[in-house]
């Protein structure tokens, strides 16, 4: 039996690197010429994945139709040209939510990026129904999310709900607000992450959420577990691409 289930959009995540030396002679934009490319599961595939690398049984429900994130990287300096999204208008919702689907983990991760497969009231019944659910979500915060374990959310994500979060306590103790080179911050407990080279922030949140979900499993810590999960993603901001700790 798999201990985690992780809940939410999921896209393939495309990494295509090589040259560019020069401008095109008919407009001026860069002419890039394309050696390799990389792939991977991204958004709740890379916290399915990250979860399965660091060494817990876990399940995926997500959107059948396929969401593609297609990136054109300078290999010398890594630096981004374009990236080219599709498929995002073909995810349906989730089918068949019911308590069956969850009753038999531990623990629930909802990976929410804002797609169309998940709608509050879906999130709602998830926390209504299983003791330990842990969210990320890129709704707006409201209600749906007050019976959740924990809440992880970005500064961007933060301030979007800011006024929902001044005006409920409830948020208060459940919010891991993540800071990005600075650590992240529940309550007023600051946890600070050391300094490092970033070669690629993509993913880093998922790592994040991934690692914290798996250690607060095994410690029942969440002190512990953020610990853990800071180290966790400032060892994928070292690396290329959107990967997992496991990973070259």
């Known amino acids: 039996m798999s201990e985690i289930l992780v809940i939410g959009d999921s896209c393939k ?3 295509v690197y090589g040259s560019c030396d020069r401008l095109c ?22 916290v399915y994945q990250n ?41 349906q919702r989730i089918t068949e939510l019911s308590t069956e689907l969850f009753k ?26 299983h003791d330990q659910v842990f969210i990320d979500t890129k709704k707006i ?8 374990s924990f809440i992880k959310i970005n500064q961007e994500e933060y301030n979007n709900s800011f006024e929902y979060i001044n005006k409920n306590s409830w948020t208060h103790g459940k919010t891991i607000q993540t800071l990005a080179g600075k650590g992240c911050q529940l309550g007023d ?18 790592t994040f959420l991934a690692a914290l979900c798996v250690n607060f499993l095994k410690t029942k810590k969440i002190e ?14 070292q690396k290329r691409g959107v990967t997992t700790t496991k990973e070259d």
């Open 13 to 15: 995540d495309i990494y």
């Open 25 to 46: 002679p008919d407009f001026p934009v860069p002419s890039f010429i394309p050696s390799y490319e990389k792939q991977n599961l991204g958004m709740a595939g890379n």
């Open 51 to 91: 979860v399965v690398a660091l060494g817990e049984r876990a399940s995926l429900k997500t959107n059948n139709a396929t969401i593609e994130k297609t990136r054109y990287i300078d290999e010398k300096t890594n630096h981004m040209f374009l990236r080219v999204d599709s498929g995002e208008e073909k995810v």
């Open 104 to 129: 038999n983990y531990q623990l629930v991760v909802i990976s929410d990026y804002n797609k169309g497969f998940l709608r509050e009231e879906d999130i709602q019944f998830i926390c209504e129904n």
């Open 141 to 148: 915060l409201g209600d749906f999310c007050k019976n959740c």
């Open 189 to 206: 407990h600051h946890f600070p992450v050391n300094k490092v080279e970033i070669k690629d922030p993509c993913g880093a949140g998922d």
């Open 224 to 237: 512990e577990a953020i610990d853990y999960a800071n180290k966790c993603a400032t060892i994928v901001v």
